[in-house]
């Protein structure tokens, strides 16, 4: 993603232009700054062309701040300055008040000391490589920028094996670790310093994190917080939209979240812009957005993925986007269309992401953990999940948790790891922002009780109490109109039933498309063709390859493979031709 970068070592080529080393790099859109720190270090970031006084670079009293991203508790006029001010008044409690979605760093000392922080979900990811006894220390916001400049600096690396396993069979990571040993994740809502002088590295909290909210005596008391703070997250991305002079820019699917946020933003009065609905024609997905675009008179665009041929222009720069760390095709639909569509007039690109699991759609305390974790696994081979994942720490840990445990691993995991894949990719284009990402939310739904979560019933019966017309339009996975939560229940099951008798796909028919599109079939078997001939002899990596030429998955799950060794380990061959059809483009 576009982002941020530092290195910090005795011996190093500081003159060279490491931004070159970022995917973002060379994007029309996109600049491209570095400064050397101290005589150990450079700094620099390869940034988007919006929302330049958020994106600040800047010295001030000694200290240099670089901050990635919008920051939606200070308005444009207040910035730096304010968060200069507020940061040296506050010291370390003063990232907990942050919001928005960002990443950044402050170095003070001419960079003998650095803090690194994200925000409460990581949807800004920050990696670091730390090595005391040589004394380096290197970051990114970019996982893919590490393994070229170790060649460069003569350091030795190789592949964290249980990452990769995880790839092949989840889909995604688990935990902050990542495909190459000794490179880790910054975990959501941390901070990490830096201490050149002893070589120290500390990696903590911010604080107010999950279960520091509070139980409710009243629901309507509970209704009134929920509202507020969904009120003031759209209130706050519209205004800093129209500070900079931006149109607004909405997704809106068939479903509840995204319908949420364009309602409560047509509610507020703001004008809302363009919306944009990406599906395969003919979709409940396509029918529920447009009536609802013309229930609210909505400026609505539908644009339609038919036959999948967008997957053989996108399919490998959207895995590069995000490094490679999520199923190639996980979010290859939203970096196809928000390269699009997305144009310099618009601000954030505004999106209903993870309202659901805020809401309670992974509060399901009476099935193991483990079974729902395999369940959702990309690949489904049980015998190869259990060889894997058993004993998994991490699974464990959470499957210890009352109640909650598949929740929390939802949150922390899945939506932090997978689903922010979305907004990752798009980050090389725009900002995005979701209202369901709000700290304070997030902490009031996952301190209630669990019985009040369960199949986001509280969403329903909050949405009844105050705002009834967004349960007036069917949504996608129901045929009724979701007025209440037994009405959207019994409505979902029959979906399901109906999509099952009439072989009925989502938004993303893969199957169908491999099946009925010879182009389509033959370019997937090209691509894993080469890639084979490239690295079939690289043994782990082949063992966990699952080749299926009768299943796109089959395809889709050996080239996801091989482009993230491509990118780490090999020779990078699809970055050089994605970096060399952006400088055609």
């Not at 200069?84 to 950044?104: E, H, M, P, V």
């Not at 220390?137 to 460069?152: A, D, G, I, N, Y």
């Not at 944009?276 to 003919?282: K, N, P, Y």
Request: glycine share 8%.
């Amino acid at each position: 993603m576009a982002g941020i970068y530092g290195i910090f070592a005795d011996s190093f080529d500081k003159d060279f232009p490491y931004y070159k080393r970022m995917f973002s790099s060379g994007f029309e859109n996109v600049t491209d700054k570095q400064v050397t720190v101290g005589d150990r270090g450079v700094i620099g970031r390869s940034s988007l062309n919006r929302f330049p006084d958020d994106r600040f670079f800047h010295k001030d009293s000694g200290d240099l701040f670089l901050n990635e991203g919008v920051l939606l508790n200070y308005d444009r006029k207040d910035l730096p300055d304010a968060f200069f001010r507020d940061y040296r008044s506050k010291g370390d409690t003063f990232f907990r008040d942050l919001a928005g979605s960002y990443c950044g760093l402050i170095a003070s000392g001419n960079g003998r000391k650095l803090i690194l922080y994200n925000d409460f979900l990581s949807t800004r990811p920050v990696y670091y490589y730390h090595d005391p006894g040589a004394n380096i220390f290197m970051f990114s916001s970019e996982l893919k920028f590490f393994t070229p400049v170790f060649r460069q600096m003569g350091i030795p690396f190789e592949p964290n094996v249980l990452a990769w396993q995880e790839l092949s069979v989840n889909g995604y990571l688990i935990g902050n670790h990542t495909l190459i040993t000794g490179v880790e994740k910054l975990p959501r809502n941390s901070l990490l310093v830096w201490d050149d002088a002893g070589g120290d590295l500390t990696v903590k909290s911010q604080g107010a994190d999950l279960d520091s909210g509070h139980v409710y005596d009243s629901k309507e008391k509970l209704y009134d917080d929920i509202s507020s703070r969904l009120l003031w997250n759209i209130r706050a991305s519209r205004e800093k939209d129209l500070s900079y002079g931006y149109e607004h820019f909405q997704v809106l699917s068939g479903g509840l979240d995204s319908r949420l946020n364009v309602a409560l933003a047509h509610h507020l009065g703001y004008d809302p812009g363009q919306t944009l609905t990406f599906t395969q024609s003919g979709t409940t997905e396509e029918s529920c957005a447009r009536a609802f675009g013309r229930y609210l008179g909505l400026n609505h665009k539908v644009e339609h993925l038919d036959g999948g041929n967008y997957l053989k222009s996108d399919l490998f720069a959207s895995g590069l986007a995000n490094d490679g760390l999520v199923m190639i095709h996980g979010a290859a639909q939203q970096y196809y269309n928000i390269r699009k569509s997305m144009r310099g007039e618009y601000g954030m690109l505004h999106s209903g992401q993870i309202g659901g699991a805020v809401f309670g759609s992974f509060t399901r305390w009476r099935k193991q953990l483990y079974e729902m974790v395999r369940k959702q696994a990309f690949f489904r081979d049980d015998s190869v999940f259990d060889r894997y994942f058993t004993n998994h720490p991490r699974i464990n840990n959470y499957a210890s948790i009352p109640k909650k445990g598949y929740s929390l691993y939802a949150l922390e995991e899945r939506m932090v790891n997978a689903t922010f894949n979305g907004d990752i990719v798009c980050s090389h284009f725009t900002d995005s922002y979701s209202p369901f990402c709000d700290r304070e939310l997030i902490n009031m739904m996952y301190s209630q009780p669990v019985e009040l979560l369960k199949d986001q019933k509280i969403y329903f019966d909050f949405l009844k109490a105050r705002f009834p017309f967004i349960l007036s339009i069917p949504i996608d996975r129901s045929f009724f109109k979701p007025t209440s939560y037994y009405r959207y229940a019994i409505g979902r099951d029959l979906m399901k039933v109906w999509r099952k008798l009439n072989r009925k796909e989502d938004m993303n028919p893969y199957q169908s498309w491999f099946r009925e599109n010879p182009g389509l079939r033959k370019w997937l078997d090209e691509q894993y063709r080469e890639y084979r001939a490239l690295y079939g002899d690289v043994a782990w990596l082949q063992d966990l390859v699952r080749f299926d030429k009768s299943s796109v998955l089959g395809y889709l799950q050996p080239l996801t493979l091989f482009l993230a060794y491509d990118t780490h380990f090999g020779e990078r061959r699809m970055f050089t031709e994605q970096t060399e059809k952006k400088r055609m483009e």
